[in-house]
């Protein structure tokens, strides 16, 4: 009697382990498929980093979805699958950080802290124009488009949208409105900037993984590698070379918090207060 009792136990718990499986194969596709970022960074997770992204008072709410995040990293597979397991956290909390600084609603007294608030904006607010050099005649402008800031890595200028939609298969120059509307097309968007080296400009992803190989300009540059190179490359036109740079502190805090949560310190030179820009 008592091992029927064990038997028919161990068969309902079978049946709830096999239903929930069904439940999240048909959310996120078959067993496995999460990867190794979803293995790192599960919904509960994504959503206690992001407290506040579908609040109503954020224009992006319900847009960046975990959903969304996860797609997005299977077309780039050596994000946060690339060195050891604290390289791994490191990298996907440095990518974290920035899209929350360039994404943020926060401010100094928000609830839950500054550093709770990210992924508000899906666009630029107020664009100061349509961000289009005209001199570049490999990726002109369309009449009439505006290539500001959208997207988590709040993607900018005709020569970042056109070759981001050429590697990830829509037309960035006629339809840069994409970005904004489409939540995968965002988040790929935003990854492929991470990834992608350009020009003098090593890849995000190099630096955070210990594959940025310094040339002769970057020594003298002093852009030594960490987080605060991450924040050279995406802006550090406006950010580096700035002794306490309020916006370079805000993507330390939020890169502070997402190590600390994910278990991994944060390794050396966070800012680029020192660093010349590109």
Known sequence: MASQARELRFLLAVAVFSAAAAVAGARYGAA????????????????????????????????????????ATKKFPRFGATGDLVTRKREIAAFLAQISHETTGGWATAPDGPYSWGLCYKE?????????????KQWPCYPGK??????????????????????????????????????????????????????????????????????????????TAGFGLVTNIVNGGLECNITEDARVNNRIGFYRRYCQVLGVDVGPNLDCAHQLPY
């Open 32 to 71: 496995g498929q999460c990867g190794p970022v979803g293995a790192i960074v599960t919904e509960q997770l994504y959503s206690s980093l992001f407290l506040h992204k579908d609040d109503a008072v954020c224009p992006a709410k319900g847009f960046y979805t975990y959903a969304s995040f996860i797609r």
């Open 124 to 136: 630029e607010i107020r664009p100061q124009s349509n961000y289009c050099d005209a001199t570049d």
């Open 146 to 223: 505006s290539y500001h800031g959208r997207g988590p890595i709040q993607i900018s200028w005709n020569f970042n949208y056109g070759p981001a939609g050429q590697a990830l298969g829509f037309d960035g120059l006629r339809y840069p409105e994409l970005v904004a509307n489409c939540s995968d097309t965002a988040y790929q968007t935003a990854l492929w900037f991470w990834m992608t080296p350009r020009e003098a400009k090593p890849s995000c992803h190099q630096v955070m993984v210990g594959e940025y190989c310094p040339s002769r300009a970057d020594v003298a540059a002093n852009r």
